[in-house]
DNA sequence: AACCGTGATGTTATAACATATCAATACGTG
DNA sequence: CACGTATTGATATGTTATAACATCACGGTT
């Protein structure tokens, strides 16, 4: 388990290895990666940050890639549900998944000031949450943890 | 740590301890505990389930206490504010504290067939997610967990 | 009493996020 | 090509949340 997101590193490669990875995951899978979708994963990773619907759609739309929400929604639909994104409920947005080699329940690190989302991943649903679940008779069937905070970046810079 | 919710109880005499404590509290705390604060927490506990602050504003209306949005929504956020009431990020819906007698970093159990929210307490800070953001040089303010799934009494009757 | 500061409310308008619906088009497969 | 399915285009609407500004109610000060 690695923590992805705050670190310096070559982006340029990071978003072309995501990319990658996601043409290959589609071409398993026999899913579309039709260029919208492509387009939106890579705004996503272009930015290692979470992003509204609507930020994104800005971009697709001074592009001529589309100019209405459900284009942007779909969009994110299909990248989310096939795990190269996920949703950020703390902020209403989106981000693109930092973990494409593996099976993994997200969990967020989300700063604050600047937006920037790190991505690392939890054992949750074995710990503590488990077992007040297992012992309230409720069925897990999705997880969401996000941490707010001050990235590394922006501690010392707070207001 | 008592996970609370999807039990069966006294829900009367669970509306008026709240709902006594909440009074106390503020009290205590010198807050002034105002006749849409108050209804707008009596509401939330009446219900045992997250409730949109659209859905709160219609009965406040019904009422003669407020009909417009920021009515519901400053009293909401002093509920959450001090504690009294937790968002339920996963839903953009809110419901009332169960645990007002102590500290505690809340965690919800949501059914998403009923919306029932139980609430329970998880020291997640202090696990795997406070170990990746320790390493990460990440600063947790805050922390959001919610599992969504099924109740006991939904388990059964589902789709 | 007149004045002022603070916190709470009232009110209007709008921002921000998300979905319903239906028509049109592309795509793979036999 | 003909068929069913997936995707896209387009319009409208629904849902959640906040900005902005006016007003009220209360307590302390002069
Ligand atoms: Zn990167
Ligand atoms: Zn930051
Ligand atoms: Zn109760
Ligand atoms: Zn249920």
Do not use: W
Not at 97 to 117: G, S
């Amino acid at each position: 388990m690695k923590t992805i997101g705050f670190d310096s590193h070559n982006h340029d490669a990071c978003i072309s290895d995501a990319l990658g990875m996601a043409t290959d995951i589609c071409a398993q899978q026999k899913l579309q990666f039709t260029p919208v979708r492509r387009r939106v994963l890579e705004i996503l990773l272009h930015e290692h940050r979470a992003m509204g619907a609507y930020d994104i759609l800005e971009v697709l739309s001074s592009e001529g890639l589309g100019s209405q929400p459900p284009v942007v929604y779909r969009a994110l639909d299909f990248l989310v549900k096939h795990g190269l994104a996920h949703r950020i409920e703390g902020l209403n947005a989106y981000t693109a998944c930092a973990h494409l080699d593996h099976e993994h329940v997200p969990a967020f690190l989300i700063c604050r000031t600047c937006k920037a989302v790190a991505e690392t991943d939890t054992g949750i649903a074995q710990g503590r949450l488990g077992q007040a679940a297992a012992s309230a008779g409720f069925t897990i069937e999705k997880v969401v943890v996000e941490a707010e905070g001050l990235c590394p970046n922006c501690t010392g810079a707070a207001a």
